[in-house]
Structure formats: C-alpha cells, structure tokens
C-alpha cells in the first residue's frame, strides 16, 4: 500500500518534504512568563486538539480588559452630565472639550498600541494596558469630589482616559495572532462588539451608582472608583490565565507599505464616517439631551437616577455584527452605501423632527442613527480584506507569492490603521456640534453638515467600489 492511501507515522518521519507546514506535527513549548513557541492555529489536528481551548481563553480576558477600556475611554460622555449637579459651573463648550479629549488621545494612542503586543507580548501588554486605567479611573475619582477643581486639571484627567481607547488596538492585534484565518472574523467581531459595549454599560451605570442613597448631592467621585476593582481582576485575570506568543511580530514593513496604498486612506475616510460617528454620537448623547430635554435627561427608580442615553451606544454595538453578517452575503460596499443612505436620513429627520421638541421622537431618530452607524462599522472593516484581496488579482499576485504575501501583510496592517484613524471621528463629531452651538446657539448647522458629509461618503463608496474598476480586478468590494 503505497504512502498515498494511508500513510502512516512512519511514512510521514521518512517523507518529511511531503507535509505542507499546516499539516506537520505541532509540538508547543512553554517558557516561563507563560510564553508559547510553535503556535500554528492553521494546523487542524493542533486546532482542534490544543489551540481552540487556548485562543478561546485569551479572547475571554482579552474581551474583558478591552470592554473596561472603552469604559475608561467614554467615562467623561456620561460624567459632564452630572458635573453641574455636584457643583461645578462649566460652559458648554468646557463640557464639549472635556467629552472629545479623551477621543482624541485615544485615536493617537492607537498607533503605537498596535505594535506593542509584538514587542511585549499579548499577555504583558495586557495586563500593563489594563493597569494604566487605574490612573484616570483613580484621578477622576479625586477632581470631581472638589467643585474648585481647575478646568485645565478636569482635561488633563479626561485626557488621559484616553489610554483605554488605545486598548482596541492593541487587543485586536493580540487575539488576530491566536485564531486561524477561517476564524478570525468571528473572533476579531466578539472582541471588537464586547469592547463598544463598554460605552454603553459605563452610561447605564454610572447614574445609577453615583445617585443611590445621595441625599442633596451625587456622590460623583464613585464614577471613577467603582471600575477599581474590575481592572484589578482584569490585570489578574490576564497574568494568571493569558499566554505571550513568540510568533507574534511587529509587521512595520507592512505598515509603512499600506500607508503607500490610496484604499487605506480612502477606508479611512469611510470609517471616519461610520465607527467615528458611532464613538462620537455616543460620547456626546447624553449631553444632547440634557441640552435638549432637560427633563428627560434623568429617570428615577427608586433612590437612584437612569438615563436612556446608553441606548445609542447599546444599539449601536449589536448592530455591528449584523452589519459584517450581511456584507459577507451580499458585499461590504453594498452594505455601507446603504449604511450612510439611512445616517443621511437620520440626521436629516433629526433636522426635521427637533422643533416638535418630542423627546420620543427624537430618540427614535438617533436609535436609527446609531444602529445605521453600527451596520456602517461591521461592514466598512469587512470591506478592508476584500479590497486587498482584489489588488492581488488585479496583480496577478497569488497567494504564497512575494507579491501576495506582501498584500496580506498590508492587509493586515491596514486594519490597525484604520481603526485608529476612524477613531478622530469621536473627537470631531463634538467639536462639529460646539462649533455650531457656538456659532448659532444650536445643533441644525452641524446636523446639515453630517448630512452632507454622509452623502459624499456614500457616492464616494458607490463610485470607487461598487461600480467595477480595473484597479480592484473588476470586484464589487
């Protein structure tokens, strides 16, 4: 019986040139500060056998530490709110400054949180970027309990709640390393939808908990300490259960090769429309509606205080995975092109609706807006490896070819890029809004400017990647 119907343990140790890498024996290695060597999820019989049970465990952590995060991040969306009730005297635009700074570093702080995981290791830089939302979850705690506290130290603290956005980064990069390539869309979407729900469990409970038992003032300062002690079970959970891959490397080759390529600039700008304005409608909802409905800007249950604003960030993150659902099924531009038509009519009948000053209508207007941004999210990511795929084609560059491998790399990086650069939309999309309320003492101006930046947004995805061009091989991305 030759080797080819059935080949056995001895065949394959004398035939060792026969076996592809994703078949050969993988034997892992352990090393102390739980580092792995050999790790090949792409080997089914390790997958299955080992790999599995591992990557599944890093991606549990890995969600939880990235979900307090975004908690950290957005803490001040739904903070500023309450700042006038515990003392303080801010002007809008103060408001407005201290719920779009933290966007803003954040989005930087994503560039170089991509490679850290490369050079430290999944599992350290864990644990490390988890320790460090221990400063403004602590500082805030302190500044807000003093009504005198400077405007300037309030921005310095919201500034740095900026270091839980760079957490995405860094935590997808990490979890890409674990899963094999028919996996990782599904690993990449439950760690990416479990970080933006931070956003809205951070507006759901924090009402809550600093209103229980308050008697003449919140006790507000409990906004910032009550995250203390899941970020320590964070940290732990990360050392104790996590694991560092040797395999994971810093790819800056790639990175500097998809900053050469006009598809990662034009995703940008599309992502800017979709993920940015989902971050930055949900930082500055509940102040929207305190400005708007005052008396809808707080819901009493029993001793403590709800607000409805965390319903746009909720509605928004579960619509995301259905957004990369349906770009599988009928193509990502498809999807965002209808994604940005039903952003255009959003803001357009938030336009229309706000002189009724109905608070119900209003939030059905942004519940549509946000569950339109959150579909955009899904299927604007799922447009990036398609459109690299299509370059190959349209170059003649197969798989395991120099020029294929070096797409895939860009591929690769072009995702962390991407993300960091669409995250400036959080910090735009209040500034748009100060801006307006400063210049005509309301929001309309800056809404007829979404408008239009959404349908420039959609004829741009319709012109370049639904109408086939030779550039991508003749594809509907």
């Known amino acids: 019986m030759t080797t080819t119907d059935s080949p056995s343990t001895t065949d394959t140790a004398a ?93 930087t702080l994503r560039f170089p949180y991509t490679f850290m995981v490369a050079i430290f290791g999944g599992r350290n830089w864990t644990i490390v970027s988890a320790g460090l939302l221990l400063i403004p979850a ?57 970080g933006n729900l931070g956003t809205a469990v951070a507006q759901f409970a924090v009402p809550i908990v600093v209103t229980i038992g308050a008697a003449a003032t919140i006790n507000i300062s409990l906004a910032g300490w009550m995250w203390i002690p899941l970020i320590l079970v964070a940290m732990w959970g990360a050392w104790r259960y996590m694991d560092n891959l040797s395999s994971a490397k810093a790819d800056f080759a790639g990175a500097a090769g998809a900053l050469r390529e006009p598809h990662l600039w034009l995703m940008a700008l599309l992502y800017i429309g979709t993920f940015g304005s989902f971050i930055g409608f949900a930082s500055v909802f509940p102040k929207l509606i305190a400005d708007q409905f005052p008396e809808y800007s707080s819901f009493q249950i029993g001793s403590a205080s709800l607000t409805l604003a965390f319903l746009g960030a909720l509605v928004g993150s579960l619509a995301r995975p259905f957004g990369g659902r349906l770009a599988d099924r009928i193509g990502g531009a498809r999807v965002t092109v209808g994604a940005f038509s039903v952003m255009a009519l959003g803001a357009l009948s938030l336009i229309w609706t706000m002189p009724m000053q109905n608070f119900w209508v209003f939030l059905g207007c942004f519940l549509i807006l946000f569950a339109a941004t959150g579909v955009g999210n899904g299927s604007t990511y799922r447009m990036i490896p398609s459109i690299f795929a299509a370059r190959g084609l349209a170059r003649h560059a197969l798989p395991g070819t120099p020029e294929g491998v070096m797409l895939q790399r860009r591929a690769a990086a072009a995702l962390g890029l991407i993300s960091a650069i669409g995250a400036y939309g959080g910090f735009l999309i209040p500034q748009v809004l100060n801006a307006s309320q400063l210049a005509t003492g309301g929001y309309t101006a800056a809404f007829y400017g979404f408008v239009g930046a959404y349908v420039a947004l959609m004829i741009i995805t319709v012109v370049v990647y639904v109408i086939p061009r030779t550039s991508l091989a003749g594809q509907r991305i």
Request: no cysteine.
């Open 15 to 107: 035939s060792p040139r026969t076996i592809s890498p994703a078949d050969a024996p993988v034997t892992l290695a352990h090393r102390p500060g739980r580092w792995i060597d050999g790790w090949n999820p792409e080997n089914g019989a390790f997958w299955e056998s080992q790999g599995r049970s591992i990557a599944r465990r890093n991606l549990g952590w890995s969600i939880f530490a990235e979900f307090l995060g975004f908690i950290i991040w957005q803490l001040w969306s739904i903070v500023v709110v309450m700042l006038p009730a515990a003392g303080f005297t801010l002007s809008s635009s103060e408001l407005f400054w201290l719920i779009s700074l933290p966007s803003l570093v954040g989005a």
């Open 138 to 194: 602590t500082l805030l705690g302190f500044v807000v309990a003093n009504p005198e506290t400077p405007f300037g130290v309030l921005l310095l603290v919201a500034a740095l709640g900026g270091v839980g956005g760079g957490n995405f980064a860094s935590s997808m990069a990490n979890i890409t390393y674990f899963f094999p390539q028919k996996e990782k869309g599904w690993a990449l979407g439950l760690n990416a939808a479990g």
